[in-house]
């Protein structure tokens, strides 16, 4: 009786498993549901990461490319300190040949930045680097050829041109196409390519010192033809500025540029509206009313104090006797006591490897800690150091504890340059100027620089002879000793903020408040995903 159920008892039963049963479905349908969403969630995370770790290649692989003129640049400058010993030995040339040789370039290279302000905004960042490369090559296969020192001469006047427009580009057009937030690891990555050719041309020095002296200087400086190679087909791949594509009011391949950058499509737009501001598109009366030059020479209030910005830091970078170092670095070590040529070329490739590997320090650090930061490092250090070289070169006995504080103040200065004063000083050259006159403007700053190289180069020589080698560095001292103040007084910190922004810090607080409210509705006015 009691095993036998009643039918209401059954369909109450079946009424409870169907329900339950009705239930898990409604529960399981729910957990899919969420399932669902969470992988959906996770995919697009998985996307977007995707997405931004491709875009950051790429936007890598623009600057890396970039920066192969400057390889050059760097390589002429470690190669020519080697090959000057057999060049001496060969063309017997005098030591006011020798000056004249070293600093010439520096100076001759001022045309190619005077000129390659002009030809970039004429032709894009693009064609102006591989002008420069042309340019470079030319004059460097005339140099290895030469059978005298006028034919050496014309060679090295062409080079110091390629130089001009190779220096005041790569900054330009990196800067130019780099999201804000490793802006400045990516503008460094010309002076990292500048060390790594200084130290493949002390490399060259080392390697080929046991040719003939009539063939090694010749091999030495022909090797230097190789990265044209590689920069031919850099230029198949890399993309024109988009900052110079609206100038061109190319307004759609600025677009396609910048999202090849950043594939956040809001952020493109926002961008590239902020663009067209900075560029007088939007409100092009404001900026028509002076051509560039005009404005440099007659400049307002806030383009007064960048052009004393940019251009006092670009004189100071020189002014340390930073490019004196490392021409004249086997000069410097025979003073100190090193006479065997091979022992001097091994010495140098050390002060090459300590100078490279610190330019990749100063990558990493500069978007982290800051511009201003590392260059007060910089700078009280190479004044600690150059104090220190005067002082080695300056003591009576030539022994090796002489040889080696030189070596390690030598080492030490290129250490400290290569942290701060190398790299942020064209960092911050290309990121303060407003974009009508960004590229003119870096290039009247990089005339300074070349100037100031090619003065003390020239001069370097018969200023030791007069007042002694360590004399001359204990001014260099000095001179390291005035850029610190001129760091606190002029200099701002530019990391963490917009190209647009930056040019906002010069005209005061307020109009970078303003600056902020403007991008703030703008972000509302954009459609959000």
Known sequence: MGLVGHPGDADADG????????????KYKKMD?????????SHHHHRQKSESHSTQKYVIACATFASLNTVLIGYDLGVMSGALIFILEDLKITELQEGVLVGCLSVI??????????????????WTMAFAAIVFQTGVGIMAL???????????LLTGVGIGFGAMIAPVYIAEISPTINRGFLTSFPEIFVNVGILLGYISNYAFSGLPAHISWRVMLGVGIIPSIFMGFALLIIPES?????MQKRFEEARSVLMKTNKNEKEVEERLAEIQQAAGISNSEKYEEKPVWRELLAPSPSIRRMLITGFGIQCFQQLVGIETTLYYCPTIFRE??????STLLAATVLVGVIKTAFILVATFLIDGMGRKPLMYISTVGMTACLFTLGLSLSLVSHGHAVAILTILSVCGDVAFFSVGM???????????????????????????????????????????RAITVGGTFFIFSLLSAFSIAFVYAFVPETMGKSLEQIELLFEGERALKDCELELGDVEHLVPKE
């Open 109 to 126: 290279s001022l045309l190619g930045s005077l000129a390659g302000g002009r030809t970039s905004d004429a032709i894009g960042r693009k």
């Open 15 to 26: 009424d409870g498993f169907s329900d339950l049963s009705s239930g898990n479905k409604h």
């Open 336 to 341: 100190a006591g090193i006479q065997d040529n």
């Open 146 to 156: 030469a059978s005298s020192f006028r034919v050496l001469m014309a060679g090295r």
């Open 33 to 41: 549901s969420e399932l669902t969403e969470d992988d959906d969630l």
């Open 242 to 246: 988009p900052r110079w594509l609206v």
């Open 422 to 464: 190398g790299p942020v000083c064209w960092v911050l050259i290309s990121e303060i100027f407003p974009l009508r006159l960004r590229a003119q403007a870096v290039a009247l700053g990089a005339v300074g620089n070349r100037v100031i190289s090619g003065l003390i180069a020239m001069s370097f020589l018969s200023v030791s």
